[in-house]
């Protein structure tokens, strides 16, 4: 009996959670490409300012793609999704969708935002030929905590890709990236 009830308030909790964030303003729904891009230039301002050595990051990239604001909920069964653009020389030449699946122990919703730096021509090349990019196939990637943005150095930037999170807010552990895919949108 305490076990069910346990179960059904986490459900509750859960439900409660998802549907605050879901009707919070700005959260990644179907925007306009000028609605991405203006969400994406608030998102790049707020991680340069909170993340230490990310505009350098950005700075030496071939190209930064930005997801603003990721929605992510679930009980057991979960789901995230968010929209963003990537941004060359400071212009945004295309629109994308990240979304995964995942399940297992979990309860709760978040929201959070991340930015991927493509440091390589190759890494750049597979986004942009390889018709769905998943995360954890292809090139690699390294997911930057801020410990590891502030020992970054021009020297020790070796890897395709860097992956650094911002904004992150809710009550699901964590934030990960491995079977995000990533696909092009039509905007």
């Known amino acids: 009996m305490l076990k069910m009830r346990l179960g059904a308030g986490l459900l509750a909790i859960a439900f409660a959670m998802t549907i605050d964030l879901a009707m919070t303003p700005g959260l990644a729904r179907g925007g306009s490409g000028a609605e991405i891009d203006r969400d994406v230039d608030a998102a790049l301002a707020s991680m340069y300012a909170s993340v ?97 943005a502030r020992a970054l150095t021009s020297t020790t930037m070796q890897d395709d890709i860097y992956a650094v999170f911002f904004d992150q807010t809710g009550l699901m552990a964590g934030a990960g990236l491995q079977g995000s895919k990533i696909s092009r949108m039509d905007r």
């Open 52 to 148: 230490p050595n990310s505009r350098q990051l950005g700075n030496q990239a071939k190209g930064v793609l930005v997801f603003p604001s990721i929605v992510k909920a679930g009980f057991l069964f979960g789901a995230q999704y968010g929209e963003g653009a990537l941004r060359q020389r400071g212009k945004t030449v295309g629109y994308y969708s990240t979304a995964a699946a995942s399940y297992g122990l979990q309860a709760g919703a978040q929201r959070f935002g991340y930015a991927l730096f493509f440091m390589s021509d190759s890494a750049i090349n597979y986004l942009g030929s390889s018709g769905g990019f998943e995360l954890g196939v292809g090139p690699s990637i390294v997911i930057l905590d801020q410990g590891k």
